[in-house]
């Protein structure tokens, strides 16, 4: 028996499913919590950790407490908090959403800058009460 290379279609159906596979494990876990935030504008290479599993982050991306997101020496990222606040990170930066809650009864985001650069204007939590809102850095 010899073996071949797989056909077009067949290496067409895998990629289909590995990219499947990534996008339900970054939707999935973004569908069981409300998402927190939402990448509005991404560029170069962009990512976002998750449970541990870097995964691509694109415009419209999700994020969630916890989630710490990476941008590569060409990347460019645009985050808006559903509070109203918006993060932009800039080339070879790491930024970390420690704990974020905005809802009728409680507040809070406690946010770090792990390394790099970031322009930030709060929203709706900073202008409510300045200590429920926190931005770390090194």
């Known amino acids: 028996m010899s073996s071949s290379a797989p056909t077009p279609a067949a290496a067409g159906l895998r990629r289909f499913v590995r990219v499947a596979l990534a996008t339900m494990a970054l939707g999935g876990a973004s569908a069981a919590l409300a998402a927190d935030g939402v990448a509005l504008m991404a560029s170069g290479q ?27 020496a060409d990347g460019r990222l645009q985050i808006r908090f559903s509070d109203g606040a ?18 009728a009864g409680t507040q809070r985001g406690f946010f770090s800058l792990v390394r790099g650069a970031l322009r930030t204007a709060s929203g709706a939590i900073g202008k409510r009460n300045r200590d429920d809102y926190r931005m770390q850095t090194p």
């Open 46 to 72: 962009t990512e976002v950790v998750r449970g541990g599993n870097p995964l691509p982050l694109a415009a419209g991306g999700e994020l969630v407490s916890g989630d710490l997101v990476r941008t590569g």
């Open 86 to 103: 918006i993060v932009s990170l800039q080339p070879r930066s790491e930024f970390r959403i420690d704990q974020y809650q905005f809802d």
